[in-house]
């Protein structure tokens, strides 16, 4: 089992920049497909991105695509999300989840461990 710490969060203007971090638990990180989701008020929550075990293969939907980075430091533990170029509906609780499959699912059904969330805001 894994437990999932989200930090990094927080208020910016639009245009703006944040990195999360989610520091996992465990010697067994490197064995986690790692997601970054998020929950807008009022809508289903959704990936926003996902990274292999090694870190080789990355996946990112659509709306962010060329403005966030994901990554991770399998000795440190942890996965990151760096997110340029912040607009407004980028505002929601942003989640780190852990998969212990070895393929990158897109679905929220296939992540077995999550963290609390971190709550970003982007103001226009």
């Known amino acids: 089992q894994v437990q999932l710490v989200e930090s990094g969060g927080g208020l910016v203007q639009a245009g703006g920049s944040l990195r999360l971090s989610c520091a996992a638990s465990g010697r067994t990180f490197g064995t986690y497909v790692m997601g970054w989701f998020r929950q807008a008020p009022g809508k289903e929550r959704e990936l926003v991105a996902a990274i292999s075990r090694s870190g080789s293969y990355t996946y990112y939907s659509d709306s962010v695509k060329g403005r966030f980075t994901i990554s991770r430091d399998n000795a440190k533990t942890t996965v990151y999300l760096q997110m340029n170029s912040l607009k407004p509906e980028d505002t929601a609780v942003y989640y780190c989840?852990?998969?212990?499959?070895?393929?990158?699912?897109?679905?929220?059904?296939?992540?077995?461990?999550w963290g609390q969330g971190t709550q970003v805001t982007v103001s226009s």
């Open positions: 989840a852990a998969d212990r499959t070895s393929a990158v699912h897109t679905t929220l059904d296939e992540y077995d461990y």
